[in-house]
């Protein structure tokens, strides 16, 4: 119908211009809305019509526009939300429609060989990606990883190169030997791991630490499918990673940097690499309630290389006597002095410290310690009293000589799997008595040192208004539902592989109604990010508002 009205006034056109020829002077009447090439103003986009000038039937142009009856087409552009992550869209430059890229293929060849718990050879294939990031064949060894994670029909997988290679893209190039392919079996939404580090690399990554970077992919194993798996980086000594002294090979001396993990699976581990402390003291809830004791978790390996009891012992009396002077700074009254560490890392008083901040920061990187505090509370992650919960000290030259929270890990009984929201901060509110559930009978005693600190709690207030003026939550819930809606046949595949682990309850959990009830793969993602926008809502009303 269109075409035809355009030919009919081109016709009349062509008669007015006969007419205008005559010996009678023309008047132009700026009255025709034609929508043809030689009146166009402006293309038409997806969000805004085509503009055209009006003209005259003579075929005069005007100057006034009138618009048409057609809009444009996308204009989609590469996009990647996020500083990590790699959540990659092809996004509408106009409207911010998305189309998805697709997910990135890791094929593990193992000739044949079942993956067990002990590594065996294989080669790395990686496609369907960006050319720089391609991988042919490259010789690696490949084992089944985790603890829990590991007893699940879906096995998670520890890649180790025989040379460092960089994986997708991942922590700005880093080459590295070793990956982790995370199984997410436990996660319905697959996105508790990935949610949390995302959240995590705003606040380690931004203050100088060390947060995992992550990116979604499908698993082959001699190129049949898998499924989804989360790859991630190793939680190591590396330079990148958690750098801090990686000693020579053999050598004894305790000077050097150590990585050590809150660890209920100590007695997998050589003694060599564990220990165990006696904190000797309970502490309080933020309600005044006294913890046991016997709910504090005690035992640690040690995940950096070390070849000495020496060094064990080094380590295992710096942890306990960290352990001492935070509570006791927190705790006691001083006359005149506080503990600090000498230069052999012995317990001294010292009375030129006037103030319990002053005493703590001295043994502890605070700042770490804030970012940890408020990414386990935002996540009500059970498992760290329990396991994964990693602490860094650097006792070399070059090192701050000072605790270090870092490289936060295993999220996938968390963000509401567990416990519904429920205003408060689980850290310091995790009275368990009178829950439904057996998942905290591990209290993280690190994470319990501060829960009636003033002080601290301010600089709590003071991280959260930092990292409220970044983008992180809406990145976040941008990249929720751009996996949930446009990668949406890469997790239907997934649910097809592994169905059972949509209507089962895993493991030891007695896990909420809400989070049982999702049975499928999206209302399980909506219900994570309705779940972590309640407690951005909760923190913004206690820490934005001046009360």
């Known amino acids: 119908m269109k075409k035809t009205m355009c030919i009919i006034n081109v016709i009349l056109m062509c008669f007015v211009l006969m007419a205008c020829g005559s010996e009678h002077s023309h008047v132009h009447n700026f009255n025709q809305q034609l929508e043809l090439d030689e009146y166009l103003k402006s293309q038409g986009t997806c969000v805004d019509y085509e503009v055209y000038y009006y003209s005259c039937a003579c075929g005069e142009k005007g100057n006034e526009t009138f618009e048409g009856t057609s809009k444009g ?54 496609s369907r990606c960006l050319e720089e990031y391609q991988l042919t064949d490259i010789p690696a060894s490949i084992k089944v990883r985790g603890n829990g994670s590991s007893e699940y029909n879906k096995k998670p997988f520890r890649i180790k190169f025989d040379t460092k290679q960089g994986m997708l893209g991942l922590n700005d190039g880093l080459k590295a030997k070793s990956w982790v392919l995370i199984n ?3 996660d319905r939404s697959r996105m508790r791991n990935f949610s949390a580090f995302f959240i995590s690399n705003y606040l380690f990554n931004h203050d100088g630490y060390y947060s995992t970077d992550m990116r979604f992919v499908e698993v082959y194993i001699n190129e049949e499918y898998n499924g989804i798996y989360l790859l991630a980086e190793q939680q190591q000594v590396n330079k990148g990673r958690i750098n801090i002294n990686e000693p020579d090979k053999d050598y004894q001396g305790t000077d050097i940097g150590y990585l050590i993990e809150l660890d ?3 007695y997998e581990e050589i003694e060599l690499e564990t220990f165990a402390i006696d904190y000797g003291y309970s502490l309080k809830y933020s309600n005044g309630k006294t913890c046991r004791v016997s709910k504090f978790q005690n035992h640690y390996t040690i995940k950096s290389d070390i070849y000495s009891m020496d060094q064990n012992t080094f380590i295992k009396n710096v942890t306990a006597n960290m352990f001492f002077i935070i509570y006791d700074s927190l705790n006691n009254n001083h006359n005149g002095y506080f503990y600090t560490l000498d230069d052999n890392f012995n317990l001294v008083k010292d009375y030129n410290i006037r103030t319990s901040r002053e005493a703590i920061e001295k043994v502890l990187d605070l700042r770490s310690y804030i970012d940890m505090f408020i990414i386990q509370n935002i996540a009500q992650n059970v498992d760290i ?10 006792a070399s030259a070059k090192g701050a000589k000072k605790l270090i929270f870092e490289a936060p890990w295993d999220f996938d009984w968390a963000m509401g799997s567990c416990y519904p929201f429920k205003e408060g901060m689980f850290c310091i509110d995790q009275d368990t008595s009178g829950r439904n559930t057996t998942l905290a009978d591990y209290v993280n005693p690190w994470m319990l040192l501060f829960a009636n600190c003033s002080w601290f709690l301010d600089l709590v207030k003071d991280r959260w ?15 929720i539902d751009i996996l949930t809606n446009d990668y949406a046949s890469y997790f239907d595949s997934e649910f097809r592989m592994w169905p059972e682990s949509l209507i089962k309850v895993l493991d030891r959990s007695k896990a909420t109604s809400e989070y049982t009830t999702k049975t499928s793969h999206k209302a399980s993602a909506m219900y994570l990010k309705e779940y972590i926008k309640n407690f951005e809502d909760y923190f913004d009303s206690i820490f934005l508002t001046d009360k």
């Open 465 to 479: 208004c930092e990292l409220k003026q970044t983008n992180c939550f809406n990145d976040l819930y941008k990249a």
């Open 385 to 394: 009293g329990w396991s994964s919960f990693y602490l860094a000290f650097d």
């Open 264 to 266: 209920t699976y100590y």
């Open 184 to 186: 997410e079996y436990n």
């Open 73 to 126: 087409e996308h204009e989609y552009e590469y996009h990647q939300i996020g500083e990590v992550g790699h959540v990659e869209c092809y996004e509408c430059k106009y409207c911010y429609d998305t189309k998805p890229l697709e997910l990135p293929k890791i094929n593990i060849n193992t000739n044949g060989k079942e993956i067990t718990e002990d590594y065996i050879p294989s080669t790395i294939t990686v």
